[in-house]
């Protein structure tokens, strides 16, 4: 997959492929599963690693799982702030809350929360369903629409056969890419 | 460019980076190579005028001087002098441009670590403007150099690839496009065989168009595997061309006193990848698994990765425990010796 531009920032991913891997997981317990390595790179020399995990039991995240793959002003993203991820009844995967890093650039803290297609469309400079879709989504939108399910937040849907670009996307899109401009 | 007298014994030494000292070598290497043209000049016409040993007569004291010395050739020479026999006629003009090509001589000899990009542009032109009206062979040296340098420039201070591999690259990205192209028409003739089977009508000729998209798309994606393979190939040609000191060393040898190479690249020890600094991009989108290979080497002897200096050969170098370490070349696998 080519590099895929999200606003000012590019991820990079290779042929490495899935390889066995273990992570914490939410409940800080450790979980055995596989992960992909992709790396975001923006303007000033600025390069993130980060990966998708998913265990074996279905569940998983992206996120920054080293402090050393970070610039020292993006550490929030190597202390949680990772972005979960689901693998469905049907067997499609999905990001259940799409939400926000709203970060400070005095406190160099902050947490994600609710956003809208609109707010992402902002801040991504065009169209947040186009690179989606370019990417292999099947859905996106409340999670009502895509998941049946309660609540306000966004959600997005996509086949688990996709290569992993979506999910590691919407982490640059929601949590690297509000730094950037924070800190801009 | 006209080609320099076959004796001069300085050919022109195009810089592969704007690193001082390869910008240092390419404008030595003119200075030294006019001074040589003109020193042989003043002698085929003084010696039959004024005798072989017209050098220690006329400017000999303490020391005799060096007959193709830049010290002794760019000097701002007096109207009186001798030398002007073998000259265009004296003019202040034609004197002052002996006496800045001195300076910049001086500059570059003397206050060398002062120096910088906009030195050299001037320095070079400095010596293109002496050059001439002398009408020296080594004239040509001067627009190389200027050509040179701001293809550099322009490529963010490292030699961008060949005409050959931008061709290819080129070609390549013809190939992507046309590999995005197949790729539409085969998700938009899935979308009609679809559409042709639920309505039970001309789902043979949905079905027939769909497989000549999937045979187009299969046809493209192998011109683009080739085109790969030959931009590898013309890369790692035009890099192993080059000979370098480091040439000589083995991975994981000390990295010594050698120059480091200026292009930087990040040994990426989670994708086993190597991304380049400048241009951000990682090495096996633009090289295959040669980038890939190599870095699975280095990481051999860098485990966790980082920082990495490329010379225009394809040798790296990182640290390892604050030691710059040799970690081998880009395209070669490198066998231990005994």
Redesign the interface.
Known sequence: M??VKIGPL?L?T???GWSEASARGFGQSEAAGTEY???V?GPF?L?I?I?IFMSAAGDGMVHCP?L??VPADYGRLAHGARLGVYTLESGDWAIKQLRLLRFSPSKGWGNPTRTTLEELDQLLGGSTVELFSSLGMDDVGSRTDVLGAKGEDLAVRWPSTADPELPLACYALTRVLPIYEALS | MTSPDASNPFPLILPESLVLGQLSAALGSFIKAAAWEVGELFDAVLAPAFGTDWLSEYFGGVYKPNLHDPDFVFNWHQPDSILWQALPPYSADLKNRFGNARRTRNRWEHEAAKQNVHSFFNGVDQIRRLADPLTLEVAGYGPALLERAKLLHKAGGVLPPSESELELQRQKEQA?EARREAEEAVKMANEAAAAADQLGAKAAEASKAKEQAVQQLAQVQADLEMLERELALAGRTSRQALTEPADDLEPGEPWGDLPLGIRTL?L?A????L?D?TT???L??QMGSVA?EAAARWLEIIP?GGLVHLTPAGHAAGQVDGVYRYLGRLDLVQEPSD
């Open positions: 080519p590099a590019t990079h290779n042929a490495i390595p992709a790396v790179t020399g390069e690693d990966k080293d050393s793959g | 992507e990040t990426k989670n994708m086993v990848d991304m600094r951000q991009t990682l096996s989108q890939s966790s």
